[in-house]
């Protein structure tokens, strides 16, 4: 004989988990129903950032195609980089376009590289770093001019020993007690160049 307290108890206990479980599936579908709206809007929003993000290291004039619809890493040495291929109207190579990462000071250094089809600097931008404020953040366009020191820069205009900060015998200027995160962009970005020329030697 089931007890009358035993019996509510055990309705109560069916109640509950019955209501957590509806609570549950409505919350997901809930959930998936706002992802399937949003995700679309959010990817918008990253490729309108990525646009406005290579906008800066490479002009618009440079490329008639879609350049994120032609985003791809390659790899040397276990060096890895995301790549933007620019085209002309001809849909000839006008340029690219390379995330790089440098080993900074407090962590990776996250770049943008444009670059002509020549191989020469168009134009460098920090994307993040976790660099110390006042001294290492100077990377950053917004707070020194530092970063345009790479504008036209090439591996045929610029020596090897000349890429390095003066410091170590090179044409980059370094920041006063901060020498090691310019020193590691301009390693990162010489290294980029040099890996990209060796790619377009196995293209020719």
Request: hydrophobic fraction near 40%; include cysteine; charged fraction near 15%.
């Amino acid at each position: 004989m089931t007890l009358p307290c035993v019996e509510k108890h055990i309705n109560s206990s069916i109640y509950q988990s019955i209501s957590l479980a509806v609570a549950v599936g409505l919350s997901s579908a809930l959930l998936l129903g706002l992802n399937t709206i949003t995700a679309p809007v959010i990817a918008q929003r990253v490729n309108e950032d990525k646009l406005a993000a290579i906008d800066l290291v490479m002009p618009s004039s440079y490329y008639q195609n879609a350049l994120l619809a032609t985003e791809h890493p390659f790899e040397v040495e276990q060096r890895h980089y995301i790549v933007y291929n620019a085209l002309d109207q001809q849909g000839q190579t006008s340029g690219y376009v390379v995330q790089v990462t440098a080993k900074g000071y407090a962590g990776p250094i996250n770049l943008l590289v444009g670059v002509d089809a020549s191989l020469a600097i168009l134009g460098v931008r920090v994307l993040s770093h976790s660099e110390t404020p006042g001294l290492g953040d100077k990377i950053e366009v917004a707070k020194h001019p530092w970063i345009l020191s790479f504008n036209q820069k090439s591996l045929s205009n610029t020596s090897k020993k000349a890429w390095a900060v003066k410091k170590d015998g090179g044409e980059f200027d370094q920041f006063t007690g901060a020498t090691i995160t310019p020193r590691a962009v301009v390693n990162a970005v010489h290294q980029a160049l040099k890996d990209l020329e060796l790619k377009q030697g196995e293209k020719a």
